[in-house]
């Protein structure tokens, strides 16, 4: 039987031109693929969290921008950057956390600055080939981080994990589950514990089912139970996801990490964070510049539950991440290498 690893977390539709994601709002219950082709519907997906996860994020929306782009009918390049130029802004008004959504539609962008004397054409097939060049870099460098990660791993480490920062957040491998899945492959026994991640679940949905699936040993906790596990020593080592790292190291990661991060510190368990080099802003001096999210209310009071789990008018606090300040973090696990900081990796 097909297990969801099956499943291309984003792909294209070359013959529809369409954008092609598995509904990860349905998950684990269904396994549903949504094609998509109007900015409408690739805007909807990304804030919805149909597709998420920084590196998804970015991949899913330069297949979209391709997509769009077969859609526009003028052959004058002139009136197409114009056009392109609008469907890339309103993609990248989605969501404003994860660098990634703007590093891929920039990078989408700079292709057509580099073809200065392509046709409209050219160009439209030049979007679809750099779409898959980003998606098949993407691999490449999550395949690293899991190389560069086990360097700081032992056979049967208790690893723990928050959000999903797995395959569903990639096109393969995932980041912070990346040294997981290469430790299977050479019989290296970990034990994962998944935090659930509320509001969102996606620890609980997708995490715990990604991993499930590979035949990995995965617990599933509640987010405020992984004290208690640091307490007893089942921790060697935190692995986490990022969606921004600010110059100076703080990261913008689901809400939550930093709480995990400052009992890691406690407990004197190493923190790491896995970051694909695309996801550190190097224009964002601090965390105090990230933008956070602000989510909807009734993703906490009403979207689990049967009932509304608070009274009417309560007033409800909900970002979607959290900024780890860079001096809980014990290094950030790269495709070019594991730095204390991120200006390790400059020069
Ligand atoms: O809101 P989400 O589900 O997109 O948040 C995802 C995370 O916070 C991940 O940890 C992060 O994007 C890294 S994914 C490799």
Redesign the pocket.
């Known amino acids: 039987m097909k297990s969801i690893l099956d499943y291309e977390t984003v792909d294209y539709d070359r013959e529809r031109h369409a954008l092609v994601i598995i509904d990860?709002t349905k998950l684990p219950n269904d396994i549903t693929l949504l094609s998509l082709t109007t900015a409408q519907e690739i805007w909807d997906a990304i804030y919805q969290?149909k597709v998420?996860?920084?590196?998804?994020?970015g991949v899913a929306a330069a297949f979209g921008l391709a997509a769009l782009a077969q859609q526009i009918s003028s052959q004058e390049k002139e009136i197409f950057l114009r056009e392109l130029k609008e469907k890339k802004e309103f993609l990248n008004s989605a969501?404003p956390?994860?660098v990634?959504l703007s590093w891929a539609l920039d990078r989408m962008m700079s292709v057509c600055k580099k073809k200065k004397e392509a046709s409209v054409t050219l160009l439209k097939n030049k979007l679809v080939e750099e779409a898959f060049l980003m998606k098949k870099e993407d691999i490449d460098v999550c395949r690293k981080i899991g190389e560069y990660g086990l360097r700081v791993l032992k056979p049967k480490d208790g690893i723990l994990t928050?959000?999903?920062?797995?395959q569903l957040?990639?096109c393969k491998y995932?980041?912070?589950t990346a040294p997981i899945y290469l430790g299977q492959e050479r019989g290296y026994q970990f034990r994962v514990y998944a935090d659930e991640t509320r509001p969102?679940l996606?620890g609980a949905r997708?995490t715990a089912f990604e991993l499930y699936s590979a035949g990995i040993d995965v617990t599933l906790l509640c987010d405020n139970m992984s004290a208690s596990l640091m307490q007893q020593g089942a921790v060697q080592a935190v692995l986490?996801?990022?969606?921004r790292v600010a110059a100076n190291g703080d990261t913008?990661?689901?809400i939550g990490?930093s709480v995990v991060a400052a009992v890691a510190h406690h407990y004197q368990v190493p923190f790491y964070v896995?970051a694909?080099t695309s996801?550190i802003d190097f224009n964002t001096p601090t965390g105090k510049e990230i933008v956070i999210?602000q989510r909807n209310a009734e993703e906490v009071s009403k979207m689990w539950y049967q009932k509304p789990m608070t009274a009417e008018g309560v007033k409800i606090y909900n970002p979607?991440?959290d900024v780890t300040d860079h001096s809980l973090i014990t290094g950030f696990i790269t495709e070019q290498g594991i730095v204390k900081s991120p200006t390790g990796l400059l020069g």
């Open positions: 990860q969290l998420r996860g920084a590196p998804a994020i969501r956390t994860a990634n928050h959000c999903n920062a797995g957040a990639t995932g980041t912070a969102l996606q997708l986490v996801g990022c969606d913008a990661n689901k990490t896995c694909p996801t999210e979607a991440f």
